[in-house]
């Protein structure tokens, strides 16, 4: 008999069975007929039935977004009423916020607490989109004798914007909000496992009256759908969030037609926790740096740095919390760890953490598949720590994308900023100390783009969001996103009474 739970999660899942592209403001099925199944990872059971888009596809909706973009009115808006449609969809989310929570968890088996704040702040950007916009102008420039020059903010122009798995609406929401907010026609390529949030995002905003063809979703195949996009010369600009080697293949592809490109890629983020740090609050602010979300986080602090004073006491409170973790039904409020995205992900996961034990690492927690009652068919890997690391194991130097930690002791300064920049990868950190002038001298020292402070939180809207090194470039989630957006024209006028003659020709 299934529980309250399990009827909860069906009913759920009945609320839409088929979900289709949407191009010009309308919703569309495949040219070729063709659907695929997306899936509830939690359970493994099949959740709906999307629509497949071909190429043909693909190029209805550049069509699309070029045409609202050349001839259509929403980059002639003016900018109040551009931000005012931004806080009507802010709204519209803010009504449907159960509906999209619920959404999420059945689509990306994360947690319930994961996707409500997820969700939150996919509102929060379109709001703080809305009102970064009114503030995005150009400036006016000092130069000599009777000129004037000043600079205008125009609208880049189509974009297109691929979406990962890992936080579908909210990454959605992080490209789709300053875009549109700047006067862009986008053209979203949402992950095949995870494409519904995007889909009824995309709704709402025709609901809210952003113009038919200035949002279109084409959901499909990366390798097809995806570089498609990449290399149409219709396209003025990709944003990308993914692994590193693709955003290495989609760079190269968008240089053939000179795209602007924006890369949020892979990570490796060190964790340093030094000896006079809150232990209390190192432990717990840990916990989350790398648990949260699954580990399935491009900045999750997967390399914990513990100063050697303090090292077997922090480590015993560490291990002890994350075997109190809780895995289970993705919608319990007291699930602390939801479902890994699919099977592949977790056969990686595990390899990894095999390849660490081949290389004589000790596991100290997790080191396996979990089986979750009444979640049999879905997929789980339980919470992982490992120590007795070295630096030159993959499990220190590659990406992992689960719930896995490494942790290696450190006795100085300058030794663990060294052991910290000893990675490809530069997005996140995460610092644990009372003494400011410490942090602030390792924060100046790391190399990477976001560097919390006795804080486990990466993000909110207004503070940039974006990577050194192989972790890509270009900031998300700020007031300086927009300009990623727009191109900035120069205006150089003479306003002399006498005609210029430059060559002196009589």
Not at 33 to 38: C, I, K, L, N, S
Not at 221 to 250: C, R
Not at 412 to 430: C, F, H, I, Q
Request: charged share 25%; with cysteine; net charge negative.
């Amino acid at each position: 008999m299934a529980t309250a739970q399990e009827t909860k999660m069906e009913q759920l899942a009945m609320k839409r069975d088929h979900y289709s592209m949407i191009i010009n403001g309308a919703r569309v099925e495949s040219t070729s007929g063709e659907t695929f199944t997306t899936y509830n990872p939690a359970t493994g059971e099949p959740l709906a039935t999307v629509a497949k888009a071909t190429t043909e596809d693909a190029e209805r909706a550049v069509e699309a977004a070029r045409n609202a973009f050349d001839y259509g009115k929403w980059k002639k808006f003016p900018v109040g009423k551009r931000s005012r449609t931004l806080n009507k969809i802010a709204g519209i989310m803010r009504s449907r916020f159960n509906e999209l929570v619920e959404l999420e968890v059945l689509n990306s088996g994360k947690t319930l607490a994961a996707a409500q704040g997820q969700v939150m702040q996919a509102i929060e950007d379109f709001e703080f989109y809305a009102g970064a916009i009114v503030g995005h102008k150009g400036e006016v420039n000092p130069v000599p004798g009777q000129f004037h020059n000043y600079t205008e903010k125009e609208p880049v122009g189509v974009c297109a914007q691929i979406i990962p798995w890992n936080y579908p609406m909210m990454m959605a929401a992080w490209k789709i909000a300053p875009a549109i907010a700047a006067g862009c026609s986008v053209i979203v390529k949402p992950a095949s496992l995870t494409p519904l949030t995007a889909l009824v995002m995309a709704e709402i905003c025709t609901e809210a009256g952003v113009p038919e063809g200035v949002v279109n979703v084409v959901p499909g195949s990366g390798s097809e759908i995806g570089n498609y996009l990449v290399e149409h010369k219709g396209v003025d600009k990709v944003a990308f969030t993914g692994s590193t080697p693709i955003g290495k293949n989609i760079m190269g592809k968008a240089s053939e037609t000179l795209k602007r490109v924006t890369l949020e890629l892979g990570g490796k983020s060190p964790n340093i926790v030094f000896n006079d740090a809150d232990l209390d609050a190192a432990v717990d602010g840990s916990l989350f740096g790398i648990f949260y979300n699954t580990g399935q986080s491009c900045e999750a602090r997967s390399r914990m740095y513990v100063h050697e004073d303090i090292y077997d006491e922090f480590m015993e409170k560490f291990v002890a919390k994350t075997k109190r973790l809780a895995l289970g039904d993705p919608m319990d409020k007291g699930t602390h760890i939801g479902s890994i995205i699919n099977r592949d992900q977790v056969e990686i996961i595990d390899g990894y953490v095999q390849s660490a034990k081949e290389d004589g690492a000790t596991i100290l927690a997790g080191g396996q598949e979990a089986k979750v009652d009444g979640f049999e068919n879905g997929h789980w890997y339980e919470p992982t720590v490992i120590a007795d690391v070295t630096h030159d194991m993959k499990v220190v130097q590659e990406e992992i994308f689960g719930p896995v930690v490494v942790v290696m002791k450190f006795s100085d300064e300058k030794e663990v900023v060294k052991l910290a920049n000893d990675s490809e990868y530069g997005l996140g950190s995460a610092i644990w100390t009372k003494d400011h002038g410490k942090a602030t001298r390792v924060a100046n020292g790391i190399k990477a783009g976001i560097v919390m402070v006795n804080c486990p939180f990466s993000a909110f809207p207004g503070t940039p969001f974006g990577g050194y090194k192989q972790s890509g470039f270009g900031r998300e989630l700020s007031t300086e996103t927009l300009d990623l957006y727009t191109e900035t024209k120069s205006i150089l006028s003479y306003y002399g009474n006498r005609p210029l003659n430059p060559l002196g020709v009589e």
